[in-house]
C-alpha cells in the first residue's frame, strides 16, 4: 500500500471547519483514500472513502486532487468530541485490498 | 447501529499464561480481524480470517498466536504464552465483504506482568 504523510497534530477551534491534510504521492490508480479517526484509545472509526472523486458524508467531506497524489478531510462544523487521532489511509483495491495499515495519523485537537 | 463487541475490556495475566480473547463480530459480516496498539504506538494489524481460515497475517502474528471461530457468532484470539511484550490494546474489527469498510470493536486492554 502507498506510504501516507499527515501532519502530527493541528488545533482547531469548535465550530469551525477542520482540514486535515494528507499526501499519498505514490498512489496508483487502483488505490483508495481511507479515514478512520481514534477517539482517546478506542478502536478506529470509518469516517470516509475516496477513489478519485470527491466525496461527502454526515460526517466529513473527502476532496483528493486531480492527480490523486494528496487529499484533504473536512470536518465542516468541528465539535469538541472530534478531538481524535484521524488516520489518512491507502488501501489497494481489487485482489489486494484488505487490510488496513494505519500510520501515525494526526492528532486533532478542538478547542473551545 | 450493529456494533462489534469484544470482551473482556481489561484482561491481567501473569507472563506465560495463556489468554483468550473475544470477539462477536457484526451478524452478517464475513471478515474478521485483529489488531493491536501498545500504549503510544500505531494500530498494527495481525491478522485476517475468512470461510474459517486466516486469509492474511503479519510477521507479528507468529506460533504464539491463533484465532478462531468456534461457533456461528464468536471470533477468538488466542495468545499460547503471554510475553511482557504483549501487553497492548486488542482490537477486533469486521467487514461485510472484501475490500468493504472494517468496523472496529472497543478493545481488549491486555496487561502481561
Known amino acids: 500500500d502507498a506510504k501516507t504523510t499527515q501532519p502530527t497534530s493541528m488545533d482547531c477551534a469548535e465550530g469551525r471547519a477542520a482540514n486535515l491534510p494528507c499526501n499519498h504521492s505514490?498512489?496508483?490508480?487502483?488505490?483508495?483514500v481511507y479515514w478512520y479517526r481514534q477517539i482517546h484509545s478506542q478502536g478506529p472509526q470509518y469516517i470516509i472513502h475516496?477513489?478519485?472523486n470527491n466525496e461527502t458524508n454526515e460526517m466529513a467531506s473527502l476532496i483528493i486532487t486531480e492527480d490523486r497524489k494528496s487529499s484533504t478531510l473536512i470536518l465542516p462544523h468541528a465539535t469538541l468530541r472530534d478531538t481524535a487521532v484521524y488516520y489518512c489511509?491507502?488501501?489497494?483495491?481489487?485482489?489486494?485490498?484488505?487490510?488496513?495499515?494505519f500510520g501515525g495519523g494526526t492528532r486533532v485537537l478542538v478547542k473551545p | 447501529e450493529p456494533e462489534v463487541t469484544q470482551t473482556p475490556s481489561h484482561q491481567v495475566t501473569q507472563m506465560g499464561q495463556e489468554v483468550i480473547l473475544r470477539c462477536v463480530p457484526i451478524?452478517?459480516?464475513?471478515?474478521f480481524y485483529w489488531y493491536r496498539q501498545i500504549l503510544g504506538q500505531k494500530v498494527e494489524f495481525l491478522v485476517s480470517?475468512?470461510?474459517?481460515?486466516?486469509?492474511?497475517k503479519s510477521e507479528i502474528f507468529d506460533d504464539q498466536f491463533s484465532v478462531e471461530r468456534p461457533d456461528g457468532s464468536n471470533f477468538t484470539l488466542k495468545i499460547r504464552s503471554t510475553k511482557l511484550e504483549d501487553s497492548a490494546m486488542y482490537f477486533c474489527?469486521?467487514?461485510?465483504?472484501?475490500?468493504?469498510?472494517?468496523?472496529f470493536g472497543s478493545g481488549t486492554q491486555l496487561s502481561v506482568l
Open positions: 474489527a469486521s467487514s461485510v465483504g472484501f475490500g468493504e469498510k472494517l468496523f
Open positions: 505514490t498512489i496508483s490508480g487502483n488505490e483508495y
Open positions: 475516496g477513489l478519485k
Open positions: 489511509i491507502v488501501r489497494a483495491g481489487g485482489a489486494a485490498g484488505n487490510k488496513l495499515t
Open positions: 451478524s452478517n459480516h464475513l471478515y
Open positions: 480470517f475468512y470461510n474459517n481460515e486466516i486469509s492474511e
